[in-house]
Structures are given as C-alpha cells and as structure tokens.
Antibody, heavy 120, light 108 residues
C-alpha cells in the first residue's frame, strides 16, 4: 500500500533554513506528481507546493513563493521541500501527499506529517 | 485569489444526517474534493470530483456541487464521523490549490 513518511522537522531559529524529506513506497513514485500541504497548530490546511512527476514543473502558494523550493529524486523515491528565511508563522505540521496524475491532481494519499517549529 | 468558505463548526446527533456546505463563487464550475481529518491524524480523501468516493469510503458519505455551494452529506452519522472536514478545489485562473477553512463536526 501507499506509504509516505515525512522527516526533517524540528525546532529552528527564525531566519534559518530547513529541508524536509518525504520517503515514498508502495507505488511507482516516478509516475506521480507530489504535493506539500501544511497545517499550523489549531488551524486549517494550507496548500504549499506541487511538483510534476519528472520535476519539470513546480508550483507554489502565492504567499510562500520565493522562500521555498520543491524537488524530487526519483531514483531515491524521495520528495524534498527546502524552506529558507523561516518565520514564526511557518510553524506547522508539513504533510506530503501523492497526486492522482503525473502533473499533480487530487491529493489521494497523505503522510503523517513532520512538525516544524520556528522559534528562538 | 479564490476563496472557499466553510462554517467553523456544526453538531449532529447520532443517526441523523450532517450536511456540510462549502461556498465559493461559481464553485459549481469547479471540481470539489473533500477531506476528513480526525483528531491527531492526517487528512483522508473522502469525496473527489464533487461526488465520487475513493474505495473504502462508505456510501453514506456523498457530495454534491452546484451554483455557489458544494455540500458534503454524511447520513446515519456515527461517533467515528467526528472530525474536521475540508473542501478543496483547484483554481485554474491562479493555478493554486485552495482549501476551505474547515468545519468541525461534533457528534452529540
């Protein structure tokens, strides 16, 4: 079955950088677009980013564009999210999710998330 | 940017029907997806493309979309349905995936 395991979260100081990972198994990772979604404590879901199956196209939430870079390594079945210039408001659980199509699409399967806390 | 509006909370007695609305400008022209998030867990897709269900989702969960409102309906509500429910669309004009603010369903 589809399994997505996020890692790389933790406590980081404001202004620093962090890279999250999402290890995929149970499906042909290189055939699917992948999303990142985040959820601040006690708040709702916020879509963050999307990358196509081959990494040829990326998209970001308008409010986050410029500080994030999504990437993937299909040889390692792993998705990444590089976050720079972190702010307190970036504190959230970050989920990766498998899209239905090569270009993304419906978020069909989700990982359990990794918690990022931005604090001095 | 496109905005989806959801009531923050609603409550329903066991065995009754819960109808959870999601409002958006001409949302009927878009495909709406719904996610269930139980406390402490990751979201789960329960309805896609307005009214289709992934395998394993019971038939008592359904969706409808028309005009400016999409609705998730849960019939014969059970204690296990207590969760946050989020609607979502892809806004073609901005190429952004948008979530509603979520509705917390409490089973009395």
């Amino acid at each position: 079955q589809v399994q997505l395991v996020e890692s790389g979260g933790g406590v980081v100081q404001p202004g620093r950088s962090l890279r999250l990972s999402c290890a995929a198994s149970g499906f042909n990772f290189s055939n699917y677009g992948m999303h990142w979604v985040r959820q601040a404590p006690g708040k709702g879901l916020e879509w963050v980013s999307l990358i196509w199956w081959d990494g040829s196209n990326e998209n970001y939430a308008d409010s986050l564009r410029g500080r994030l870079t999504v990437s993937r390594d299909n040889s390692k079945n792993t998705l990444y999210l590089q976050m720079n210039s972190l702010r307190a408001e970036d504190t959230a659980v970050y989920y990766c999710a498998r899209g239905r199509y090569t270009s993304g699409g419906i978020l069909e399967d989700w990982g359990q998330g990794t918690l990022v806390i931005v604090s001095s | 940017s496109y905005v989806l509006s959801q009531a923050p909370s609603m409550s329903v007695a066991p065995g009754q029907t819960a109808s959870i609305p999601c409002g958006g400008n001409d949302i009927g022209s878009k495909s709406v997806h719904w996610f269930q998030q139980r406390p402490g867990q990751a979201p789960v897709l329960v309805v896609f493309d307005d009214g289709d269900r992934p395998s394993g989702i019971p038939e008592r969960i359904s969706g409808f979309n028309s005009g400016n409102t999409a609705t998730l309906t849960i019939s014969r509500v059970e204690a296990g349905d207590e969760a946050d429910y989020y609607c979502q669309v892809w806004d073609r004009s901005s190429d952004q995936w948008v979530f509603g603010g979520g509705t917390r369903l409490t089973v009395l």
